[in-house]
């Protein structure tokens, strides 16, 4: 019998699972590499390591108490040297002891989903109104060619980190007040990751991803608006390590229109006409989204009127249909009158009986002044 298992964890022999596993897990704390790194110690690691696989394991723990080594037995352990690559079974174990449930967290990985990214896209009203397609020229990351996101050099790859063993973080004993403080933090040699690339990429630097120009066609629907955001899933930035894109937003800007004014999926816009025009009524000309149309001005129109044109407004962006074009009118008064012009005008002003019209108020503004009349007069 070469060695004495349970002196090497302090433990009788008739300990319980739970004591063996409260002995191992003190001793791990004490004697792991990395807090106590120099060569002695991790020998006396490989002790206990040896010994806790034996004593944990009943059927080894048997086999023992009879007189064998089931380390030789079994031809695995070998004396339970690799703590990494052997003794995976008590490998939970010291993490447990270390970190509670926090063992689980392991390294982090190298590949992670890539950023969404955001365009502005300009488009006239016309296209707001119908739909369009575009073709958008985009600057993101894309997976890198050379190493496919691996980030490492042809024919090299990536290793496990060695100041970590690819847990990707490092613990850090303290004594206190309150006695030994274990704390952990992300490894300094891998950042975390785990594994380190020896040789990087030459094309992307290790990031696993390039920066690249591509031409998009972007289907624009009938009805967006200043704002809108066309969402393209998956084409936006690679993440690093080759990770999943992110997605592409396409935001519209809508340019201003000569004469129509959006307001919601309805357009408005002012036509000015001469007084005589608005008594007698009218057509005019209007250049609308659909093409060339005459506006019916009635005889007798009011400045301030308007007329609407159903359905010649902006596509409703959901459940179809359109908003409407609405001509608002504007009379214009004659200013600079010739002599005959002025007779003929104080003649139809005399034949309307107007020569001293009454001027006549709006309710609106009546209402207004009795309210502010109320307000000083605190009502
Ligand atoms: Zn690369
Ligand atoms: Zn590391």
Same mark, same amino acid.
């Given at each position: 019998?070469?060695?004495?298992?349970?002196?090497?964890?302090?433990?009788?022999?008739?300990?319980?699972?739970?004591?063996?596993? *409260?002995?191992?897990?003190?001793?791990?704390?004490?004697?792991?590499?990395?807090?106590?790194?120099?060569?002695? %110690?991790?020998?006396?690691? *490989?002790?206990?390591?040896?010994?806790?696989?034996?004593?944990?394991?009943?059927?080894? *723990?048997?086999?023992?108490?009879?007189?064998? !080594?089931?380390?030789?037995?079994?031809?695995?352990?070998?004396?339970?040297?690799?703590?990494?690559?052997?003794?995976?079974?008590?490998?939970?174990?010291?993490? !447990?002891?270390?970190?509670? #449930?926090?063992?689980?967290?392991?390294?982090?990985?190298?590949?992670?989903?890539? @950023?969404?990214?955001?365009?502005?896209?300009?488009?006239?009203?016309?296209?707001?109104?119908?739909?369009?397609? *575009?073709?958008?020229?985009?600057?993101?990351?894309?997976?890198? #060619?050379?190493?496919?996101?691996?980030?490492?050099?042809?024919?090299?790859?990536? @290793?496990?980190?060695?100041?970590?063993?690819? $847990?990707?973080?490092?613990?850090?004993? %303290? $004594?206190?007040?309150?006695? @030994?403080?274990?704390?952990?933090?992300?490894?300094?040699?891998?950042?975390?990751?785990?594994?380190?690339?020896?040789?990087?990429?030459?094309?992307?630097?290790?990031?696993?991803?390039?920066?690249?120009?591509? %031409?998009?066609?972007?289907?624009?629907?009938?009805?967006? +608006? #200043?704002?809108?955001?066309? @969402?393209?899933?998956?084409?936006?930035?690679?993440?690093?390590?080759?990770?999943?894109?992110?997605?592409?937003?396409? /935001?519209?800007?809508?340019?201003?229109?000569?004469?129509?004014?959006?307001?919601?999926? !309805?357009?408005?816009?002012?036509?000015?006409?001469?007084?005589?025009?608005?008594?007698?009524?009218?057509?005019?000309?209007?250049?609308?989204?659909?093409?060339? /149309?005459?506006?019916?001005?009635?005889?007798?129109?009011?400045?301030?009127?308007?007329?609407?044109?159903?359905? $010649?407004?902006?596509?409703?962006?959901?459940?179809?249909?359109?908003? +409407?074009?609405?001509?608002?009118?504007?009379?214009?008064?004659?200013?600079?009158? !010739?002599?005959?012009? /002025?007779?003929?005008?104080?003649?139809?002003?005399?034949? $309307?009986?107007?020569?001293?019209?009454?001027?006549?108020?709006?309710?609106?503004?009546?209402?207004?002044?009795?309210?502010?009349?109320?307000?000083?007069?605190?009502?």
């Amino acid at each position: 019998m070469a060695t004495d298992y349970y002196a090497v964890l302090g433990v009788r022999r008739d300990a319980s699972q739970d004591e063996i596993k *409260k002995a191992f897990r003190r001793l791990a704390r004490e004697l792991h590499p990395d807090v106590n790194p120099d060569p002695k %110690t991790q020998e006396r690691f *490989k002790e206990i390591n040896a010994a806790y696989e034996v004593l944990s394991d009943p059927q080894k *723990k048997q086999v023992y108490d009879l007189g064998g !080594d089931p380390l030789s037995a079994s031809g695995g352990g070998g004396g339970a040297g690799g703590f990494g690559a052997g003794g995976f079974g008590n490998f939970s174990d010291i993490m !447990d002891a270390f970190f509670g #449930n926090a063992a689980q967290r392991g390294p982090r990985s190298r590949t992670r989903r890539g @950023q969404d990214a955001m365009i502005r896209l300009e488009i006239d009203l016309n296209e707001a109104a119908f739909g369009t397609t *575009k073709d958008i020229q985009v600057d993101t990351a894309v997976v890198c #060619n050379t190493c496919s996101g691996e980030g490492a050099a042809p024919g090299t790859s990536a @290793q496990t980190c060695d100041m970590c063993r690819g $847990r990707g973080e490092v613990s850090q004993v %303290t $004594r206190s007040f309150l006695g @030994q403080v274990m704390t952990s933090r992300p490894c300094p040699q891998c950042q975390g990751f785990g594994t380190v690339v020896p040789t990087p990429c030459p094309e992307c630097a290790g990031d696993g991803r390039i920066r690249s120009r591509r %031409t998009l066609t972007v289907k624009i629907p009938a009805g967006v +608006d #200043n704002g809108t955001r066309i @969402q393209l899933a998956g084409e936006g930035e690679v993440g690093p390590g080759g990770g999943p894109p992110g997605d592409l937003y396409v /935001e519209i800007h809508e340019l201003p229109h000569a004469v129509f004014q959006r307001r919601g999926d !309805d357009l408005h816009c002012t036509v000015t006409i001469p007084m005589t025009a608005a008594a007698l009524g009218t057509k005019c000309p209007l250049e609308t989204l659909d093409g060339l /149309e005459e506006i019916d001005i009635r005889p007798g129109t009011q400045s301030g009127q308007s007329v609407p044109l159903h359905g $010649r407004g902006i596509t409703h962006l959901r459940g179809g249909g359109r908003g +409407d074009l609405i001509v608002h009118v504007e009379v214009m008064t004659p200013s600079k009158l !010739d002599a005959e012009q /002025e007779r003929l005008l104080r003649e139809l002003s005399k034949l $309307r009986g107007e020569e001293r019209p009454l001027g006549q108020f709006q309710p609106g503004q009546q209402g207004l002044f009795s309210r502010l009349k109320d307000a000083f007069n605190g009502r």
